[in-house]
């Protein structure tokens, strides 16, 4: 039985200032996808129907090139800063939430390689 009241428990719990990094970095990420998402879309709305030679100049294209693979990064780091605050909230097994949390970050590292690596291959000529 502990001897300690609930507001000595709760301040040596540590500084509640811990989240405020990762809050911050989604809330940018989400401010940045917004008009990533929006170019990138109307983007390929406007190449709809064309040849994969098309798609090839398009990317081709510095400006082009440069925003899909920043499209490509911003997205896949927010989605995992989202699923890393939904895994803390709802898996209560230590090893479990580690586990996902290594799992989450590594199958985005993954995908977001092999997205930017497709990108550089059809823009360079490869």
Not at 106 to 113: Q, S, V
Request: glycine residues 8%; positive net charge.
């Amino acid at each position: 039985m502990k001897m300690q009241s609930y507001l000595g428990q709760a301040r040596a719990l540590g500084s509640t200032k811990n989240g405020v990094h990762h809050w911050w970095h989604q809330r940018l990420t989400a401010i940045a996808l917004v008009p990533l998402a929006l170019w990138f879309v109307f983007s390929i709305i406007g190449l709809a129907g064309a040849d994969y030679d098309a798609y090839k100049a398009w990317i081709g294209e510095h400006g082009n090139m440069v925003f899909t693979c920043l499209f490509i990064f911003v997205m896949f780091y927010h989605a995992v800063l989202g699923l890393q605050v939904v895994i803390e909230d709802y898996v209560s097994c230590e090893a479990k939430k580690v586990f996902l949390l290594v799992f989450v970050k590594l199958i985005a590292a993954l995908m977001g390689f092999a997205s930017i690596t497709a990108v550089l291959r059809v823009a360079f000529g490869g």
